[in-house]
């Protein structure tokens, strides 16, 4: 079946840079996701990206996609304390399926 | 209207008692999913309904009932829970399984006590 990793933590300062990874095993994905969950609250949809780019841009975030290893990245720059959340990348197989979040902590 | 609304947002219920979650979208969705996500855990897929059939069921045990009353209500009905089905409950829709332009729901908060 489908399998979606990520690292479980990642903790930067303000104003640092922050990469999320993420790692999938559907091959034919037409779509990859990034949603933030902050605490106590829903699914918020950051970007996606089309299974046959290389890279989007959006504002502060970059969504990089290899498409041979199946890694996925999101980097978000000068990363404020307001970023700090849990991430999940999905896979947009049959269904959504995500994988196990990392949980981003910005210190000021 | 671009929102899925799920009510109630939180519930609270017995081991022996019924009850029934709602969802509803009416952006012309036509693949509607439940989630059930615990606490700093990923969401995890439950039902998917497809045309208002049920698609898929993730091996769901059966005291959790999904109804597709129409294209834009998706129902949860719920009947002798346990503890451990405590979770956040989400809804979501999409203009057809497995393509762009998922929609979720805030989700129903349920504890079973």
């Given at each position: 079946g489908e399998d979606v990793e990520q690292s479980l933590f990642l903790s930067v300062r303000e104003g640092d840079s922050s990469v999320i990874n993420c790692t999938y095993t559907d091959s034919s994905s037409t779509y990859l996701y990034w949603y933030k969950q902050e605490p106590g609250a829903g699914l918020q949809l950051l970007t996606y990206i089309f299974s046959n780019m290389d890279m989007k841009q959006d504002q502060r975030?970059?969504?990089l996609l290899n498409k041979k290893d199946k890694h996925l990245s999101l980097r978000i720059a000068d990363t404020q304390t307001g970023d700090s959340a849990i991430y999940?990348?999905?896979d947009a197989g049959t269904a959504l399926i995500f994988g196990k979040g990392t949980t981003l902590s910005v210190s000021s | 209207d671009t929102e899925v609304t799920q009510t109630p947002k939180h519930l609270v219920m017995g081991m022996t008692n019924k009850k029934s979650l709602k969802c509803e979208q009416h952006m012309?969705?036509?693949?509607?999913?439940?989630?059930?996500q615990?606490?700093?855990k990923p969401p995890?897929?439950?039902?998917?309904?497809?045309?208002?059939k049920l698609s898929i069921n993730e091996s769901v045990p059966s005291r959790f009932s999904p109804e597709c009353p129409n294209s834009s209500l998706l129902n949860l009905h719920l009947h002798a829970l346990q503890p451990e089905d405590s979770a956040?409950?989400?809804?979501?829709s999409s203009d057809s399984?497995?393509?762009l332009g998922y929609t979720f729901g805030s989700g129903t908060r349920l504890t079973v006590v």
């Amino acid at each position: 079946g489908e399998d979606v990793e990520q690292s479980l933590f990642l903790s930067v300062r303000e104003g640092d840079s922050s990469v999320i990874n993420c790692t999938y095993t559907d091959s034919s994905s037409t779509y990859l996701y990034w949603y933030k969950q902050e605490p106590g609250a829903g699914l918020q949809l950051l970007t996606y990206i089309f299974s046959n780019m290389d890279m989007k841009q959006d504002q502060r975030l970059t969504v990089l996609l290899n498409k041979k290893d199946k890694h996925l990245s999101l980097r978000i720059a000068d990363t404020q304390t307001g970023d700090s959340a849990i991430y999940f990348c999905a896979d947009a197989g049959t269904a959504l399926i995500f994988g196990k979040g990392t949980t981003l902590s910005v210190s000021s | 209207d671009t929102e899925v609304t799920q009510t109630p947002k939180h519930l609270v219920m017995g081991m022996t008692n019924k009850k029934s979650l709602k969802c509803e979208q009416h952006m012309g969705h036509r693949a509607m999913y439940w989630y059930k996500q615990k606490a700093k855990k990923p969401p995890e897929l439950m039902f998917v309904y497809s045309y208002e059939k049920l698609s898929i069921n993730e091996s769901v045990p059966s005291r959790f009932s999904p109804e597709c009353p129409n294209s834009s209500l998706l129902n949860l009905h719920l009947h002798a829970l346990q503890p451990e089905d405590s979770a956040l409950y989400l809804c979501a829709s999409s203009d057809s399984a497995g393509t762009l332009g998922y929609t979720f729901g805030s989700g129903t908060r349920l504890t079973v006590v």
